[in-house]
């Protein structure tokens, strides 16, 4: 199957700073991928789709000026979490579709102090 | 929108049981799709059902995609200990491929 990278796996931070997520696909191009987050015992949610070459679309409830996704390239897309909050404290996974299967990236898992 | 009902929440049983769960919609699915989630890693698709009515196997896993396309099973036959994991159903929302997902059925198997 194809493979979703994401790094850092895990980072922690002081709450105001941002911090940014990324996520590449390594065998295959990808023109959208998608953002998720899962909280502790909960299932994914997702927060935006992420387009090469244009703006992203965010899901209801996701704040587009919290959560900054580029899509700079076609085999990666930046999360950046700006102004982090201990509330934003999460799994956060990107997939992408290369071929009708969507494939997952293996996670970062973000706490904010 | 669409929400995906799974169930059980979660399962403890010993190794070499079967073990079944399933998912239902409010509204129909074109497709279903059956991943695991193991601690501290993204999902890993399992099987993807793409025809009503279709069962498919994986090895020890069955999945079948409900005939009204409001359903779907997954089952898992003579579990070991590395069948622990959160399994989830999910289905696309639209043709991009945004997935709705399950809550979840936490598998624990004993040995």
């Known amino acids: 199957g194809a493979v979703v990278s994401q790094h850092p796996s895990r980072v922690i931070c002081k709450s105001g700073t941002s911090v940014k997520i990324e996520c590449r696909s390594l065998d295959f191009q990808a023109t959208t991928m998608f953002w998720y987050r899962q909280f502790p015992k909960q299932s994914l949610m997702l927060m935006a789709t992420?387009?090469?070459?244009?703006?992203?679309?965010?899901e209801q409830g996701v704040e587009k000026d919290k959560f900054l996704i580029n899509h700079a390239s076609l085999t990666l897309s930046t999360l950046t979490v700006t102004s982090a909050h201990p509330e934003d404290s999460s799994f956060y996974i990107c997939?992408?579709?290369?071929?009708?299967?969507?494939?997952f990236g293996p996670g970062t898992r973000l706490l904010v102090l | 929108g669409q929400q995906l009902n799974q169930s059980p929440q979660s399962m403890f049983i010993q190794e070499g049981e079967d073990v079944s769960m399933n998912c239902t919609s409010s509204s129909i699915f074109n497709t279903w799709l059956w991943y695991k989630q193991e601690p501290g890693e993204g999902p890993v698709l399992l099987i993807a059902l793409y025809k009503a009515g279709e069962l498919t196997s994986n090895g020890r896993l069955t999945a079948q995609f409900g005939i009204t396309r409001k359903d779907s099973f997954l089952n898992i036959s003579a579990s070991i200990p590395s069948d622990v994991g959160i399994y989830f159903c999910a289905g696309p929302t639209d043709s991009w491929g945004k997935l709705q997902f399950g809550a979840g059925t936490q598998v624990v198997v004993t040995p």
């Open positions: 992420s387009n090469e070459g244009s703006k992203a679309t965010y």
């Open positions: 997939s992408a579709r290369p071929d009708g299967t969507q494939y």
